[in-house]
C-alpha cells in the first residue's frame, strides 16, 4: 500500500494521522492485507445466492422453532422503562444550544 | 458468619441472601472491600460506582424485611463488561471517544438481570470497543492476569474475566466477537459461555462487529454460568436478531438437577470430535491439556473421533476481513457531534478526522482502515464477498461434523497467559484467535473450562463448542467435566 493511497483512506474513515505515523502504518496494513488474501484459495463456486450467512442453519431453525412461543408481556414494561428524554440525550452530547445539538457552521 | 459463604458461587450467594444469612449491604461491602484492595493492581474495573450499588442493596435489605416476594438472582452482585449498558452508568468501552457517556438505558440483558433482584457492582476493563485479545488496547490501562501480574488477563473481556477468579464479584457479563468471553476465561481460570449468536439480545451492547457479537458469561462454576446465562436469554423486542428462543426460567435447584443428572439420560449420540490436524501449534501444556478433557470425557463415556475443520484455518483471514468491515461500519457514528469527546476543527471533516484520530486508540483506527479499504470499490468482490461465501463454507463445514457429534473439543488458546507487551505485532496478535473465531463465524454456541495449571502456575483451557441452541448440554457435559477434573481452584487468591 502507497503512502498516498492510505492518505486518501484515512480520509475515508475520518481519521487524522501524523505524516510520521503513515509509513509503519502503510506497511502493517499491507501485512494483514497479505495474510487475508488466503481466503483466495478457496473455491467458492458452489455458493451462489445467500441473503446471510446462517440462513441454512441457525435461522432455518428459528424458523422452524420448536421454542414455545412466546408471551412478550414482560418486556414491554422493560421498553418502558427504557424511553428516554431530550435532556438525557442530549447530557451525552459533547456541545449543546438551546435544547439542540450544537455543530460547526457548515459554510 | 460471611467467612463461610462462598461468594464466589451465584447459588450460595444468593441462598444465603435468601436464608437471611447476611444482607445484601454485606455481600457489597464484601465484594467493594475486595475491589480496594486488588483492582489497583490488576485493574479488573475501570468504573465503580460503590454509592448506587450500596444504595440498591440498602433497598433489596429493606424488602427482605418487608416479606417481599424477591427475584431469584437477590444477592449477587454482577461486573459488566464496559460495552453493555447500566442505565445512568458509563458505558465507555474503555475508549477515549466515549469518556463521560452515561447509558440512557439498560441493555436489555441487564434489565433482565435487574427484573430478577441482581445488582451491579462496576464497569469492566476491556480492549477499546472490544478489538484485542489481551486486555492492553484499553483507554484505561491493562488489566492484569490475577495469578501473574506481569501477564496479560486476555481479552477482550479481561476485566470480566480477572475480576470475577479474583473474588471482586459473583459473576460477570463480557462479550465475544472472536473470543472475547473464551480466551480470558482460559488465561485467568474461569467458565466462559458464548451463546448461540442470538441466543441473547444484543440491544444496548455497544455494537463491533453485529453479525458476530454475542453477549456471554463468565463465572467461577459452571452452575453460576447457568444461573446468568438462563437470565438474559430471554425476550427483547428491540434487537431483530434475537432468535426468541428464551430459556424457561430455572432456578438454582432446577438446574442443579439438570447439571447433575447422569449424563447418559441425555438423548444425544456420544461422540466428541477433535480437529487433531488443527492442534500442531499447540505449546506441549496446552496440547496435554486438550487430551486430559479428551480423557475424562472418555470416561464420562464419550467415544472420541477425529473430525475435519480444515476450513478453521481460513478462520483468521475471514474474521478479520468481515469483523473490520462491520466495525468501520459501526464506529462510523462517534464522530464528535452526537457522544463522548470533540475536537473542534476548522471545518466539518477537520473536526470529525481530529477528533477520531485524537480519541480512538491504534489498534482501532488499523482496524477501520482495514475494513473500510475492504469495502471499497474495487476491492469488495474480492475481500468481502469471497469472505462471506468462504464463511458459509466453513458454516456447512460445522454443520457436517455436528451431525456426527454432539460436541467438538478445541482448545481456546495455544498456550498459557503470556507477558504483557509481549505480543505487539498485530498479525501475531490476530493469529492468537485461530481456536475462537470460527464459532462467531458460524454463530455457535461455546463453553470455556479450566482443566490444568502450566509449570508456572497459570491456567489452561478447553473449550467444548456444540449445535445452535445446545447450550443447556454443553453446560451439563460441562459441570460433568468439572467435577471430573476437580482442579481446584482457591477462588479468594491474593
Known amino acids: 500500500m502507497q503512502e498516498q493511497e492510505l492518505r486518501q483512506l484515512a480520509h475515508l474513515c475520518r481519521i487524522h494521522f501524523e505524516e510520521e505515523q503513515l509509513p509503519t502504518l502503510a506497511s502493517g496494513i499491507q501485512k494483514l492485507l497479505d495474510y487475508v488474501q488466503q481466503i483466495q484459495e478457496l473455491d467458492t463456486s458452489s455458493i451462489t445466492d445467500y441473503t446471510h450467512p446462517f440462513e441454512s442453519w441457525i435461522l432455518q431453525k428459528n424458523l422452524l422453532a420448536d421454542a414455545p412461543v412466546v408471551s412478550l408481556g414482560d418486556q414491554s414494561s422493560i421498553d418502558q422503562a427504557n424511553a428516554y428524554s431530550r435532556e438525557q440525550f442530549l447530557a451525552n452530547t459533547p456541545d449543546q444550544i438551546a435544547g439542540m445539538v450544537r455543530v460547526p457552521n457548515m459554510q | 458468619m460471611s467467612d463461610t459463604i462462598a461468594f464466589h458461587s451465584v447459588a450460595a450467594v444468593t441462598a444465603a441472601f435468601a436464608k437471611g444469612e447476611i444482607s445484601a449491604v454485606a455481600i457489597a461491602n464484601h465484594y467493594l472491600k475486595k475491589i480496594q484492595e486488588l483492582n489497583p493492581q490488576l485493574n479488573a474495573f475501570n468504573h465503580l460506582f460503590p454509592e448506587h450499588t450500596l444504595q440498591a442493596a440498602e433497598e433489596l435489605d429493606t424488602r427482605r424485611a418487608k416479606g417481599d416476594k424477591l427475584g431469584s438472582l437477590a444477592g449477587a452482585f454482577l461486573g459488566i463488561k464496559d460495552n453493555i449498558h447500566v442505565a445512568g452508568e458509563l458505558t465507555t468501552c474503555s475508549s477515549k471517544i466515549l469518556k463521560g457517556y452515561r ?42 492476569n490475577p495469578w501473574n501480574q506481569n501477564c496479560v488477563a486476555g481479552g477482550s473481556s479481561g476485566g470480566s474475566a480477572a475480576g470475577v477468579v479474583a473474588g471482586m464479584c459473583t459473576a460477570s457479563l463480557g462479550s465475544d466477537t472472536g473470543g472475547s468471553v473464551r480466551l480470558p476465561a482460559a488465561f485467568c481460570g474461569c467458565v466462559g459461555l458464548k451463546p448461540t449468536y442470538g441466543r441473547v439480545s444484543r440491544y444496548g451492547l455497544v455494537e463491533y462487529g453485529s453479525s458476530l457479537d454475542q453477549i456471554g458469561v463468565l463465572a467461577n462454576d459452571v452452575a453460576s454460568t447457568a444461573l446468568i446465562y438462563s437470565s438474559i436469554a430471554q425476550p427483547c423486542q428491540m434487537d431483530p436478531t434475537y432468535a426468541h428462543r428464551p430459556i424457561e426460567t430455572a432456578t438454582a435447584d432446577a438446574w442443579e438437577r439438570l447439571l447433575t443428572a447422569p449424563l447418559h439420560q441425555e438423548n444425544h449420540n456420544r461422540v466428541v470430535g477433535i480437529p487433531y490436524s488443527l492442534l500442531e501449534g499447540l505449546s506441549p501444556e496446552a496440547r496435554s491439556t486438550l487430551d ?14 477425529e473430525v475435519d475443520l480444515s476450513l478453521v484455518r481460513y478462520a483468521i483471514s475471514i474474521y478479520y476481513i468481515l469483523a473490520t468491515a462491520e466495525a468501520s461500519t459501526n464506529l462510523s457514528r462517534f464522530d464528535g457531534i452526537r457522544y463522548g469527546q470533540r475536537t473542534t476543527g476548522k471545518s466539518i471533516d477537520d473536526l470529525y478526522e481530529m477528533t477520531r484520530g485524537n480519541a480512538f486508540g491504534p489498534e482501532v483506527k488499523r482496524r477501520i482502515l482495514l475494513g473500510t479499504y475492504i469495502l471499497s470499490a474495487g476491492y469488495q468482490d474480492a475481500y468481502y464477498k469471497q469472505a462471506q461465501k468462504a464463511r458459509i463454507l466453513l458454516i456447512e463445514q460445522y454443520q457436517k461434523v455436528l451431525q456426527e457429534c454432539a460436541f467438538i473439543l478445541m482448545p481456546v488458546a495455544t498456550t498459557t497467559a503470556f507477558p504483557l507487551g509481549a505480543m505487539n505485532d498485530p498479525l501475531q496478535m490476530y493469529l492468537q484467535d485461530l481456536y475462537t473465531v470460527s464459532t462467531n463465524l458460524a454463530g455457535l454456541p461455546a463453553i470455556a473450562l479450566p482443566i490444568s495449571w502450566s509449570h508456572d502456575h497459570l491456567p489452561l483451557g478447553v473449550q467444548l463448542i456444540s449445535a445452535p441452541y445446545q447450550e443447556a448440554s454443553l453446560l451439563h457435559v460441562g459441570h460433568h467435566l468439572e467435577q471430573a477434573v476437580q482442579l481446584n481452584f482457591q477462588k479468594s487468591i491474593l
Do not use: V
Not at chain 2, 127 to 144: Q, Y
Not at chain 2, 292 to 305: C, D, F, N, V
Open chain 2, 292 to 305: 486430559k478433557a479428551a480423557s475424562h470425557l472418555q470416561q464420562l463415556s464419550y467415544t472420541i473421533r
Open chain 2, 103 to 144: 447509558a440512557p438505558f439498560d441493555a436489555t440483558a441487564i434489565a433482565h438481570l435487574r427484573s430478577r433482584d441482581a445488582l451491579f457492582i462496576g464497569k469492566m476493563n476491556m480492549d477499546e470497543f472490544g478489538m484485542g485479545s489481551t486486555t492492553e488496547n484499553s483507554a484505561d490501562g491493562p488489566t492484569r
